[in-house]
Nanobody, 120 residues
């Protein structure tokens, strides 16, 4: 079993910054892609940013230039540095990881979500 635990969300004024993190633990052989998704009320969950094990990154157009995803493979942890936050960034942010729990067996896991609220 694998657990993803997020922390670092919160309430911030527009223009401010937050840096949520997500730590994976449990039966982990290795982790491929890790990513952050978000879901605002009444909207579908959407990809915010993703990072491959080797460091290649991918961002949604709406956050490019403002958000930076990074990871520490030794700690099985992914981070999302969010700068210049806007009210439209308000959502529950979920961490996702593509985990090998044996040499060949893999599955995707989700964190419980962390609320990010940006006030205008």
């Amino acid at each position: 079993q694998v657990q993803l635990v997020e922390s670092g969300g919160g309430l911030v004024q527009a223009g401010g910054s937050l840096r949520p993190s997500c730590a994976a633990s449990g039966r982990i052989f290795s982790i491929n892609d890790m990513g952050w998704y978000r879901q605002a009320p009444g909207k579908q969950r959407e990809l915010v940013a993703a990072i491959a094990r080797g460091g290649t990154t991918n961002y949604a157009d709406s956050v490019t230039g403002r958000f930076t995803i990074s990871r520490d493979n030794a700690k099985n942890t992914v981070y999302l540095q969010m700068n210049s936050l806007k009210p439209e960034d308000t959502a529950v942010y979920y961490c996702n990881a593509d985990v090998y729990y044996t040499y060949t067996a893999r599955s995707k896991y989700w964190g419980q979500g962390t609320q990010v609220t940006v006030s205008s």
